[in-house]
């Protein structure tokens, strides 16, 4: 996982969450719906921003992937793997 | 206006624009496109291909003995096919069934409960009589057989039941209801009426097609010429930007999260520089308006879409009643739930408690569901007693208070509706949610989930106080209890609509919104 892009998921998940979490507060491995109140529009929100500003095309994924895309360590695993700068 | 009658004793045709229905079976349509989309991409097909693959469709269901009478359930997310088995079932005068995916599991014997012919899914399934929607593509690719006879004409009556729908019911077993075609062909109507949606709009649908309501604007664009994009749930804010459409079909939740996303790119460092514009990036350039209902939405993100420069309208119906009322350009008034629509009328009691007779009801009766559940909610005639408080003002605009269950009597008689001081204590940023409780019926109580951990129990009392001073006596709140932790669906708090669940939270509060000494008081 790259950590540009993870601190990137962290900035957007926080301004998605209510209430609100500080990025650096939110654990990785925790469950967005379960320990966040992540709702599922929200979640849709939150991903189709991170992509956005981890230039990382949203069309990588199917709808089954964004539904496994459960903690913030799978959001940035994920992203990192099509951000075509992997390291 | 009222739905005309779709045909008459001899079953004859029609005419053409009676009935949206009707045409909709039996006429190609003149133009407009569909476009499909997911994450992956889009995928667009003229209106008349859509018509004629339902038309294959329901030839190769009919050789499988679907007819008219039968009942075919889809329990599948957004996509093409859904869209040509709604089609197709019309065409075959066959009812569908459609299963909200989050809601149904495909083995628990819907095809059985639900009397259904067939079940269509994309979920993993072995139960009987359900099939994978890839047998969709599998049928229209077989080959045309030449001496297959035509589809037969078909006319919906206006009591015939076109589909069975849902209701969202946040607990227990949801009750069927099924729709009628005139009260379809009524509800259509009296929409293109105040909207006037012609060639050129684009009309964006994401919300489940389980929701016999997200259908109606494909049976428009057939109707009516104009496009129809249809996207999964996921892809809704990324397909926005790019299908660039001129109506969104939404609700109040999926408005709130994309004010959220507005107000985050305002603030973003380098971000746009006006509301109008950051409206723009999320919705794209060519919005004609937003529409919203199902549930009530907050006046502040009603107020802020129409500052960004994108109308937003509310209407109020139940799946009982279909649409009755709704705002629009030519009569909208800030705060209410728009005029009655034609075919509508809106009836109260003497506790202004709202019910709903229709020209050409929804039904008379739920389809499944426990005894007496019809009988509390519809009258012999279809009138649906809604359970909603409201009135009507001088000029037709209905504006909706609240629940009559959320009715609370004082010990002097006075009534209070809890909704507007909810909403008032709602609107302090330290405040995600409230009810109201009135354990002793002399003190209203509240209790708040507080919009941050820890709670900020000043700022909570200072709302405490700006909403009462603007509240009559008797509706001011005496006590506010801060919830140990924000309402969620996790804790059963809040319903899947996001709703607070009242009954739930006074039973996790109950000890300290029955005790006096508990709480904030008000100063």
Known sequence: MRPDIELTARDHLSAVLNPPVAPEAIDPDADLAGVYG?????????????????????????????????????????????????? | MTAAPTGDLTGARPAPGCSVLNDVVSLPPAGGTISFARLDGARSMPLTELYELSGRLARRLRARGIGSGDRIGVLAANCPEW????????????????????????????????????????????????????LVGDLLAEEDDPHEPPLPQVVWEPDDVT?????????????????????????????????????????????????????????????HGHDVTISTYEAAFATLRRTRPTVVMGVPAFFETAKR????????????????????????????????????????MLRFFDEAGLPIYEGYGLNETCIVTKNHPGAHREGSVGRVLPGKEVLFDEDGVISVRSD??????????????????????????????????????????????????????????????????????????????????????????????????????????????????????????????????ANGLLTSQFKPRRSHILDAYRARVHDPKEGIHAS
């Open chain 2, 261 to 300: 996303q507005i107000e985050a790119r305002l603030r973003r460092p380098g971000g746009e520089d006006t509301l109008q514009e950051a409206a723009r990036r999320v919705f794209g350039d060519r919005i004609r308006y937003l529409w919203t209902g199902s549930a009530p939405a907050a006046p502040a």
């Open chain 2, 360 to 489: 050409r009801p929804v039904n008379r009766a739920y389809a499944y569901a426990a005894p007496g559940d019809s009988e509390r909610v519809f009258g012999p005639d279809g009138t649906v007693r809604t359970g909603d408080v409201g009135h009507l003002d001088e000029d037709g605009f209905l504006f909706v208070r609240g629940r009559a269950d959320d009715v609370i009597v004082l010990d002097n008689g006075k009534k209070i509706v809890v909704r507007p001081m909810e909403e008032s204590m709602r609107s302090g940023a330290a405040v995600a949610e409230c009810v109201l409780f009135c354990p002793a019926q002399t003190e209203l109580v509240a209790v708040v989930s507080p919009a941050s951990l820890p709670a900020d129990h000043a700022a909570i009392a200072r709302q405490l106080a700006r909403a009462n001073a603007s509240a009559a006596p008797d509706e001011r709140i005496g006590r506010v209890i801060v919830a140990d932790e924000p309402f969620s669906e």
């Open chain 1, 38 to 87: 992540l709702t599922s529009l929200n979640k849709v929100l939150f991903l189709t921003e991170v992509c956005e500003a981890a230039d990382v095309d949203l069309g990588h994924f199917t709808e089954d992937d964004l539904a496994d895309m459960r903690t913030l360590r799978t959001v940035a695993e994920s992203l990192t793997l099509h951000s075509g700068k992997a390291v």
């Open chain 2, 83 to 134: 869209v040509l088995l709604d089609l197709a079932a019309l065409r075959l005068k066959a009812e569908t069934a459609g299963f909200d995916p989050g809601k149904f599991d495909p083995d628990d014997d819907l095809a059985g409960r639900y009397d259904l012919a067939l079940l269509f899914t994309d979920r993993p399934a072995t139960a009987p009589r359900t099939v994978p929607m890839t």
């Open chain 2, 163 to 223: 589909t069975v729908k849902f209701t969202s019911g946040s607990t227990g077993v949801p009750k069927g209801l099924g729709a009628t075609a005139g009260s379809v062909d009524a509800s259509l109507a009296a929409v293109q009426e105040i909207f006037e949606h012609k060639p050129g709009d684009d009309l964006f649908v994401f919300l489940s097609l389980s929701l016999l309501q997200q259908r109606y604007w494909v049976y428009s664009a057939l109707a």
